[in-house]
């Protein structure tokens, strides 16, 4: 297998002394001897040497060059040897051919181009426009309008294509030739310079060589006349580089001064009318005076054309002698050298002295050729003319765009086609025919009567005249130009569209990608398509454009671009309005090229089906990105908030995330070229690295949400602390705690300020990364910080000034101590009072007026133990409490009293006011019990107060009244009453009772239930027997029914068991009579 610039880049990085020891190692210093006057020649006979094989190996030296990234480019040491041509036998004092190659190798080396080009007056303006950018700029970005390779002289070149490659040959390795080029820096339009390149290979086609550029590593085709080998004489190079640019220069210079005298003319002759001249006349009569009228007209317009150019021309050269300042550019004998001159055609003497030689009779010639030929007349070559101006524009016209100046998506790329396709296809169908049929009709119809008569209207006379051949002969020049328009844009197209392909021709389907992500392994200088790549929902990694869409389309695209072209009508119709054609006449066009078409289109296919490879092998690269391209960062920090990671776990998350970043931007390149197709990378890379940064970002937010939570509560801690011992004590208890709580600080202190240096600890971690903390952060991070100091100092003071407010305390104990033996006096004379009130009808208010002293008694109580236990705290004698139990005692049967029968009032209220069916009348002879059971005890207490023992014995009473309304109500409430019994009931009672489920017991004592409970009771105990005897009705057709169904299933089965015994006596009956015996 070839080995194509395989070992040519070293994947390690050489420093930049060790070049220059491999390149001096590559030069052989200079031996400095005594050469002698005379060289003695010694001859030895070949017959008396023996014969002797010596094995040679390859030369192992090597020329490095330095390229992109650092890496090293090699190349043979044949390859920089310049070409020496000398004789086999060196003669005497002469020197020998290699060290004569040397010697010029080392003179060439020693050359400086661009200190050389410079004395030649050679700059980059003079190499400006390269040839590709003559054909993509336009020609005023420049100083000079053509490009210098047009001019270039190949007899400069010391080696053929051939030859040079041949350098480059080594074992079975092709090696590149290393070579100063003219390139772009940084692939620029008008950012030039000579720089080292790898020559790899020549273009036959295009005469162009394919050179890879050390600096950038991009490919490029570049002509000849940028190129200087290494091996090349840079003085010839030189010289060439000047004879192109003095070439150049002259043909820009004849050129503008064509362009300002044809301006000149068109301006003064665009009417066609002539200055006569008697001289042009009188030989113009003599030449053409026999002519038609239509020939002398073209002729004379044509002589003097040339005429008034010349005029125009000395005129021109007058206008510059006077004012050569403003035309510097036109001088010397540059304007009388582009002159037309007379020179005599050998050419047409020979063919005069021919003729006269084989006695030709011109005249009779000339009729015979006029009755053959369908050019008999004038128009008729006009007419012609026309038609062939207008299959020429046919010619010049393209089915397909190519050229693009950059890469277009596979969508737009169809669109902008099939445009083009159609706008060619409706100017074919419609205006194409249209106009050839009015040049020939306007040229023909002046004609009248004749051979090309087209107003004939007689099918006959139409075949045998020459109109008939003249249209055929239309028909055939319009097929002859839709097969060039068509053959032209199917090469070009399918060409342009395959030639980026071709390289990738030979890849499996099982490709895999073998370079990274930056260097492409198929390289094209000007790729056509545009993808850029990206990662879908579905977790796959997809392009703007499937690969695989490609060929489908293209194809697709191929055959119906082509088909528009079909149906381009003939222009017999259109043309001979007298006779009559069929509708569908038509010309050939696809037909022309099926074979052609079916090759390109197969070839464009496969291409394309090829060129899916490597794509989707490219994408294959990106999987390991899929899972972070669809993280949602907003979810990824829900969850990474609630494992609350410690701050060396954060730390680590972020620098990984800053490498992972500064990763994307390594690997990871903004463009890459694979075959056909530009790929669009930087989008997904700038989204992923946009998605680091705002990782790392929401990881800061984080933790310094986590740092401002921690030191929160440390401050609140804090100031809580503080504001404990800083607070002014309200009481002695009060003060108590602080002091308490005080003894406590010193330890918590302690904890806090070791909580605190974690804190700073946690604050380095940010100081490592530069991060700039808020003002608010900062302030509350020195606030926290400082507060231990404080507190202790709060501390030192505190016993002090404690000491003052215990004795002011201790005044206002002993006032306080006086206050409450006289309230508790004046609560003994309130309670005595409640001995004279016994009316059983106020006892709503008098046990407000109960609850009210209760209440105080519970103040009194709650200020007693208060003060009781402050006595303890100031070291004085305890507080005596006796007065204060003894009036408890005394009020507890009052309120007890009281309380119960206001709880009476209300349960009969409730019981009486709220729906029947609402009530729950456990719980209310629950409560009466209760009642019942107090009013008794508080009856027992008050036996010596007669008038307050009648209060409890009238609402003991109340209490047996109450009885016969709660046995009311427990049989209205039997859960077998139904509607028509309170129907029974009204009717029997007298009473109109109006049934409702809001109805309540109050609303039957307005009709009057209580004079009829016996009737209450006796419908009541119906109901109830009622009840039962439908519950035994209901019992007895249950059994019913299970003895019903028991009886006939007890039947099924009887039935069955009969079956069975026929079934059985019938078989052994059958069994008796086949077996008689």
């Known amino acids: 297998m070839r080995r194509f610039y395989s070992t040519n880049i070293l994947k390690h990085t050489a420093p930049k002394d060790e070049i220059q020891r491999e390149e001096k190692r590559g030069q052989c210093p200079p031996i400095i001897v005594e050469r002698p006057s005379e060289f003695p020649q010694i001859v030895i006979s070949t017959q008396f040497l023996e014969s002797s094989q010596y094995h040679t190996e390859t030369a192992q030296k090597w020329l490095v060059l330095p390229g992109k990234n650092g890496r090293q480019h090699k190349f043979p040491l044949q390859t920089i040897l310049p070409k020496?041509?000398?004789?086999?036998?060196?003669?005497?004092?002469?020197?020998?051919?290699?060290?004569?190659?040397?010697?010029?190798?080392?003179?060439?080396?020693?050359?400086?181009?661009?200190?050389?080009l410079k004395e030649a007056g050679v700059t980059n303006e003079d190499l400006m426009p390269t040839e590709e950018l003559y054909y993509a700029l336009s020609e005023n970005a420049f100083k000079h309008f053509l490009p210098l390779?047009?001019?270039?002289?190949?007899?400069?070149?010391?080696?053929?294509?051939?030859?040079?490659?041949?350098?480059?040959?080594?074992?079975?390795?092709?090696?590149?030739?290393?070579?100063?080029?003219?390139?772009?820096?940084?692939?620029?339009?008008?950012?030039?310079?000579?720089?080292?390149?790898?020559?790899?290979?020549?273009n036959y086609q295009t005469h162009t060589w394919t050179v890879l550029a050390l600096n950038d590593e991009c490919v490029y085709q570049v002509p000849s006349v940028q190129i200087m080998f290494?091996?090349?004489?840079?003085?010839?190079?030189?010289?060439?580089?000047?004879?192109?640019?003095?070439?150049?220069?002259?043909?820009?210079?004849?050129?503008?001064?064509?362009?300002?005298?044809?301006?000149?003319?068109?301006?003064?002759?665009?009417?066609?009318?002539?200055?006569?001249?008697?001289?042009?006349?009188?030989?113009?009569?003599?030449?053409?005076?026999?002519?038609?009228?239509?020939?002398?007209?073209?002729?004379?317009?044509?002589?003097?054309?040339?005429?008034?150019?010349?005029?125009?021309?000395?005129?021109?050269?007058?206008?510059?002698k006077l004012m050569p300042k403003e035309f510097p550019t036109f001088g010397g004998s540059l304007i009388p050298n582009s002159l037309p001159r007379f020179f005599k055609s050998l050419e047409n003497i020979k063919e005069a002295n021919s003729v006269k030689h084989y006695k030709v009779d011109i005249k009779e010639l000339r009729c015979w050729l006029l009755h053959a030929t369908i050019f008999y007349i004038g128009a008729g070559i006009e007419a012609m003319s026309n038609v062939a101006q207008q299959c020429q524009y046919i010619e010049t016209l393209s089915i397909f765009l190519t050229g693009f100046v950059k890469p277009v998506p596979l969508v737009d790329f169809l669109q902008i086609q099939q445009s083009n396709s159609k706008?060619?296809?409706?100017?074919?169908?419609?205006?194409?025919?249209?106009?050839?049929s009015a040049g020939i009709t306007l040229v023909l119809r002046a004609l009248g009567k004749g051979w090309l008569d087209i107003s004939l209207s007689n099918w006959s006379v139409y075949q045998m005249c020459k109109i008939s051949r003249f249209i055929l002969q239309t028909r055939f020049r319009m097929q002859e130009s839709m097969q060039v328009l068509l053959e032209k844009s199917l090469i070009n197209f399918s060409t342009y569209l395959t030639d980026p392909c071709l390289q990738l021709m030979d890849l499996k389907p099982d490709y895999k990608w073998t370079s990274n992500y930056i260097e492409t392994e198929f390289p094209y200088a000007q790729p056509i398509f545009y993808l850029s790549i990206s990662i879908s929902e579905e977790k796959k990694v997809v392009y703007s454009t499937a690969p695989e869409d490609f060929s489908p389309q293209l194809t697709e695209l191929f055959k119906k671009a082509l088909e528009k072209t079909s149906g381009v009508r003939c222009i017999e119709a259109e043309t001979l309005l007298n006779l009559k054609f069929a509708p569908n006449l038509y010309i050939e066009t696809v037909e022309l090229i099926e074979d052609l078409f079916i090759l390109w289109n197969e070839l464009l296919g496969h291409c394309y089906v090829q060129a899916a490879i490597p794509l989707n092998s490219y994408a294959r690269l990106y999987e390991r990105f899929i899972d972070f391209y669809l993280l949602h960062v907003t979810d990824f920090m829900?969850?990474?908030?609630?494992?609350?990671?410690?701050?060396?776990?954060?730390?680590?998350?972020?620098?990984?995330?800053?490498?992972?970043?500064?990763e994307l931007r390594e690997i990871l390149p903004s463009n890459i070229t694979i075959g056909p197709c530009q790929i669009n990378v930087d989008i997904m890379k700038q989204l992923m690295i946009r998605k680091h940064i705002e990782i790392i970002k929401k990881l800061f937010e984080y933790?310094?949400?986590?740092?401002?939570?921690?030191?929160?509560?440390?401050?609140?801690?804090?100031?809580?602390?503080?504001?404990?011992?800083?607070?002014?004590?309200?009481?002695?208890?009060?003060?108590?705690?602080?002091?308490?709580?005080?003894?406590?600080?010193?330890?918590?202190?302690?904890?806090?300020?070791?909580?605190?240096?974690?804190?700073?600890?946690?604050?380095?971690?940010?100081?490592?990364?530069?991060?700039?903390?808020?003002?608010?952060?900062?302030?509350?991070?020195?606030?926290?910080?400082?507060?231990?100091?404080?507190?202790m100092q709060r501390l030192s003071t505190l016993r002090e000034e404690q000491k003052n407010d215990i004795e002011e305390f201790r005044r206002v104990h002993s006032s306080e101590c006086i206050n409450f033996e006289e309230r508790l006096e004046s609560l003994n004379e309130e309670i005595q009072a409640f001995s004279l009130i016994f009316d059983p009808n106020k006892v709503t208010e008098t046990a407000v007026e109960v609850k009210k002293t209760w209440k105080q008694i519970q103040e009194m109580e709650k200020l007693g133990k208060t003060l009781q236990y402050?006595?303890?705290?100031?070291?004085?004698?305890?507080?005596?409490?006796?007065?204060?139990?003894?009036?408890?005692?005394?009020?507890?049967?009052?309120?007890?009293?009281?309380?119960?029968?206001?709880?009476?009032?209300k349960l009969e209220e409730a019981t009486i006011g709220n729906p029947l069916i609402n009530l729950d009348l456990v719980e209310v002879w629950n409560s009466i019990e209760d009642i019942r059971k107090s009013l008794w005890q508080t009856h027992e207490i008050f036996s010596e107060k007669p008038e307050i023992q009648e209060v409890a014995q009238f609402y003991l009473a109340k209490c047996d009244e109450f009885v016969p309304v709660w046995q009311c109500i427990?049989?209205?409430?039997?859960?077998?009453?139904?509607?028509?019994?309170?129907?029974?009931?009204?009717?029997?009672?007298?009473?109109?009772?109006?049934?409702?489920?809001?109805?309540?017991?109050?609303?039957?004592?307005?009709?009057?239930?209580?004079?009829?409970?016996?009737?209450?009771?006796?419908?009541s105990s119906k109901v109830e027997q009622e009840a039962d005897e439908y519950r035994r009705q209901m019992e007895e057709e249950e059994r019913r029914r299970e003895q019903e169904l028991q009886e006939l299933l007890m039947r099924k089965a009887l039935r069955k068991c009969r079956r069975d015994i026929l079934l059985d006596e019938t078989v052994t009956d059958k069994a008796e009579a086949q077996n008689p015996k």
Not at 151 to 180: H, I, M, Q, R, T
Not at 293 to 309: C, K
Not at 423 to 436: C, D, E, G
Not at 888 to 898: A, E, K, S, V
């Open 638 to 662: 829900k969850a990474y908030e609630l494992v609350k990671h410690s701050s060396s776990e954060v730390k680590q998350d972020i620098l990984e995330h800053k490498r992972q970043k500064q």
């Open 970 to 1019: 427990k049989w209205l409430k039997n859960e077998n009453w139904l509607y028509m019994h309170w129907q029974e009931l009204s009717n029997r009672g007298g009473m109109d009772i109006k049934y409702s489920t809001a109805m309540n017991f109050a609303y039957l004592m307005r009709k009057g239930i209580m004079a009829n409970l016996n009737l209450v009771n006796e419908i």
């Open 84 to 116: 020496v041509q000398m004789m086999r036998i060196v003669p005497p004092k002469q020197l020998p051919r290699d060290v004569e190659v040397d010697r010029r190798r080392r003179q060439y080396s020693k050359l400086n181009l661009l200190q050389m």
């Open 703 to 791: 933790y310094i949400r986590r740092m401002w939570d921690i030191n929160e509560q440390l401050l609140d801690q804090c100031l809580e602390i503080y504001q404990t011992i800083s607070g002014r004590p309200q009481s002695i208890e009060h003060l108590y705690e602080i002091r308490d709580f005080a003894a406590t600080v010193p330890d918590v202190v302690e904890q806090l300020r070791a909580d605190i240096q974690i804190m700073w600890l946690e604050y380095e971690m940010l100081d490592s990364f530069f991060y700039n903390l808020s003002d608010t952060q900062f302030n509350m991070k020195w606030q926290v910080y400082a507060w231990p100091h404080n507190i």
């Open 230 to 320: 290494l091996a090349d004489n840079p003085r010839i190079f030189v010289q060439r580089l000047k004879k192109a640019v003095e070439e150049r220069n002259n043909a820009e210079r004849q050129i503008q001064m064509e362009s300002i005298v044809d301006c000149v003319l068109l301006q003064d002759l665009e009417d066609d009318r002539f200055m006569s001249n008697k001289r042009i006349d009188r030989l113009l009569e003599k030449i053409i005076g026999r002519a038609s009228e239509n020939v002398q007209r073209q002729i004379r317009t044509e002589v003097y054309l040339v005429f008034e150019r010349l005029m125009a021309c000395y005129e021109f050269e007058k206008f510059v």
């Open 870 to 905: 402050r006595q303890t705290l100031f070291d004085l004698e305890e507080l005596s409490l006796e007065f204060l139990d003894s009036i408890i005692t005394g009020f507890t049967p009052y309120r007890q009293l009281w309380l119960t029968c206001l709880d009476f009032l």
């Open 149 to 202: 390779s047009f001019f270039d002289n190949s007899n400069y070149d010391s080696n053929s294509p051939e030859a040079w490659l041949a350098l480059g040959k080594v074992e079975e390795g092709d090696y590149p030739l290393p070579a100063k080029v003219y390139l772009s820096n940084s692939q620029s339009l008008k950012d030039y310079a000579w720089q080292f390149a790898a020559v790899t290979a020549y």
């Open 423 to 436: 706008n060619v296809a409706t100017y074919l169908k419609n205006f194409w025919p249209q106009k050839i």
